[in-house]
């Protein structure tokens, strides 16, 4: 039996009375701070809940036998030599749908049907109508064709919408006219009126969206990074929206988070930014709890856990 279970930063604070319920029983320590963090993690931690924990630490805690993270993402854990022998990573996988695919839809509507621009015309008290773009009929491309970008492309057929992609292993998705290979990114980009980006933070996606691939999207296009904070190299992004090669773009994921003060980003014309929100959904804050503390009843009694990350893989 785990009688502790370490918390660190727990995502958004409505959540803590859930997992206070769901781990009835148990001590519940948490930690709000990267300092905290470094100065309870010893060998008393087997159990640990935590948002994007600092690295190279792990070997403070040669107990540890459960990661679960609050999210999808592992990119802020993994790859970690300093990782305690035979630990298990898990995640939350398949709690984002479908707030996710909305979230991304909602933000390509917003730019083609020009809502910021709205936003600022309203806080001017200008009341000018302006044409706005059609969506049936316009090409979306979804960069990183898995579980969540599939879910988008059938939304996005539903608007009547061509829909084409990359995915690692080409396969046939329902709702996608083409699936083309990760390496035909450039010739996907060249094609599409709006691209939304949905993969996980690897050596290989790395500032994947640099100055270059921004070069091969269509002028006015549209761009949405709902993936990792990495992806998407900012510079670059700001280059093309002030360019005004790329019309619009949302980005909802960073490096760092929280997005500092001072970025510059914060000022950039016509880029929507939220704070790492596209997978949070209220109705979906119970669950979360309750599935983080169905594994550690899991580990408890020696059955297969949920949702396990493979290590080797990094996401």
Known sequence: MFEKIHIYRPFIPEIIPHLDNALKGKEVIY?????EFEEGLDESVEILFCHRPPRNL???APNLKLIHVFTTGVDAILPASDLPENVIIANNQGLTIPQMPEFAIAMVMAHMKGIPKLIDQQKRNEFLPFSHRVISGKT???IGLGVIGSEIAVRAKAL???VIGTKRQVADISGVDKVYPSSDLFEVLSQADATIVITPLTPETENMFNSEAF???KTGSIFIDISRGGVTAPEALMEALNSGHVAGASLDVFRPEPLPKESPLWNTKGLIISPHMAGLAHENVTQVAY???????????????ERVVPINKGY
């Open 215 to 217: 070069s091969k999207m």
């Open 58 to 60: 792990w070997h403070k």
């Open 291 to 305: 599935w983080m503390a169905d594994n550690v009843d899991r580990l408890e009694r020696g059955l297969p856990l």
């Open 160 to 162: 009547g919408m061509r």
């Open 140 to 142: 979306l491309a979804i």
């Open 31 to 35: 930690w709000h701070t990267p300092k």
